[in-house]
């Protein structure tokens, strides 16, 4: 995908760390997974605050937690519970690329996000999460 112009890759990548943060949400997107795939009909989606993650590569492979913060600057994401302790003692996040995890779990309070699944689907997003309830 050329974010530029240009097909020079020096200034493909000048671009990417450029990038305003409006255009970076699209850098912090993971992969859904099989379930939710055949569920919405949706490959991928950004990751926000509030998902349920499962992580996939890397040091941390197969621990599973909540979205805590996304900082798309640098396009990571830290999961609730992923911590480590710092010198001074006190606990800080493990910072994991969107990349390297698959959505288990979708925070669907955004109007947006229900309005991307719902034009993929056809269906409404509401009427599923009514009927999951009434299952439980």
């Known amino acids: 995908m050329s ?3 240009s097909i ?3 200034k493909q990548r000048k671009f990417l760390f450029q990038m305003p943060l409006h255009l970076r949400k699209k850098l912090v997107v993971a992969p859904l997974s099989r379930e939710l795939r055949e569920k919405y009909r ?3 989606m950004s990751v926000k605050e509030g998902d349920t993650v499962k992580v996939v590569r890397g040091d941390n492979v197969g621990k599973e937690g909540k979205v805590v913060k996304v900082n798309r600057k640098r396009g990571w994401i ?3 519970g ?5 010198a001074s003692g006190t606990p800080a996040f493990i910072p994991i690329h969107a990349s390297k995890v698959v959505i288990t779990k979708l925070d669907l309070k955004d109007k947006e996000r229900k309005a991307i699944i719902e034009r993929k689907t056809g269906k ?3 009427e599923e999460e009514k009927k999951e309830g009434d299952k439980q």
Do not use: D, S, Y
């Open 8 to 10: 020079h890759p020096k």
């Open 3 to 5: 974010m530029t112009k």
């Open 78 to 80: 830290f999961i609730e």
């Open 42 to 44: 949706v490959r991928n």
């Open 124 to 126: 409404a997003v509401e």
């Open 82 to 86: 992923l911590t480590r302790e710092k």
